[in-house]
């Protein structure tokens, strides 16, 4: 099964208080590229993340953002100081009992009080932050391959309809070209007889003519070698190889035998089957720039 190169994952996950979540995008790219956002503390292990990525997607461009709710940049937690916050609230209603003052003491007038918050360290060794953060890629990556799944489904649909419309044209190319020989040996006689009057035909020459333009016309090399590498694109997008490049490089082959068959045939109605196989190929080429 082929898979989209576009895709989007999100994941969290929380241990002790801390709590991480992630979101992943992916774009067509010819190689694999990674650009990660997050605080501090995630950054530093940049290349580890890069790699882990690398090691499940062959190719794409992935915009990877991490946050650490409630962390700092050095990933410290911000806290309220409770008894802070206790005083602050006791000594405005001192005051507003004893100066008899209106008006109620609301969040935004403690909010805006000095040493109410304060950050505190996490207390968190290197080695849990990147077991944690590795957990994270792992599911965040799961979450954006069931989106890559699904859209390869689709991709795969729709190459197997375009496969099989090239088939049934390389059928009627493969019927209609063993009769081009004979047809054009008929041609050839029919516009010599009138010039030579009496005078008779070499036989042998005429054979060796025959056995030229056979040769010329003869595209069955490429008819078989066209069905073979139907063949193999179809096992590439069934099979559980991620086959992005080699279908590339197939369908530069299709596109060669195609136009190959086409210039020997000499023939208008196998040009027509070989306008409707490369208008097909270009479009399975289209989307195969999709596949990863």
Not at 58 to 78: C, H, M, P, Y
Not at 103 to 119: C, E, K, Q
Not at 131 to 137: A, G, Q, S, T, V
Not at 233 to 247: S, V, Y
């Amino acid at each position: 099964m082929i898979r989209s190169m576009t895709g989007y994952g999100s994941a969290e996950i929380e241990k002790d208080g801390h709590r991480l979540s992630a979101e992943i995008r992916s774009v067509n790219h010819r190689f694999c590229e990674v650009s990660m956002r997050g605080p501090k503390m995630v950054l530093a292990f940049e290349d580890q993340v890069r790699q882990l990525i690398a090691e499940r997607f062959s190719r794409g461009k992935f915009n990877l953002s991490i946050n650490w709710t409630g962390a700092g940049e050095q990933g410290d937690v911000l806290k309220l100081n409770e008894g802070v916050a206790d005083r602050y609230f006791s000594l405005m209603q001192q005051l507003r009992t004893r100066y008899s003052l209106q008006g109620d003491i609301d969040l935004r007038t403690l909010a805006t009080l000095p040493d109410l918050f304060s950050w505190e360290s996490a207390h968190i060794s290197d080695e849990e932050t990147w077991d944690m953060l590795k957990r994270l890629i792992e599911k965040v990556c799961e979450s954006m391959n069931g989106m890559k799944d699904r859209e390869g489904a689709a991709l795969s649909a729709d190459l197997d309809k375009r496969l099989d419309l090239i088939r049934t044209q390389l059928v009627l190319v493969s019927e209609r070209a063993p009769l081009r020989p004979q047809e054009a040996k008929d041609k050839m006689l029919s516009r010599i007889k009138p010039l030579l009057d009496d005078v008779e035909m070499d036989p042998i020459r005429i054979a060796q003519e025959v056995a030229m333009l056979a040769d010329r016309l003869d595209c069955t090399e490429e008819c078989v070698r066209l069905s073979a590498h139907l063949d193999q694109f179809k096992h590439l997008i069934d099979g559980p190889e991620l086959a992005g490049r080699k279908l590339n490089f197939l369908l530069q082959e299709m596109n060669r035998e195609a136009n190959t068959i086409g210039s020997k045939a000499n023939d208008v109605s196998i040009a027509h089957a070989v306008i409707i196989m490369k208008e097909e190929i270009e479009r399975i080429r289209e989307q195969v720039q999709n596949v990863e």
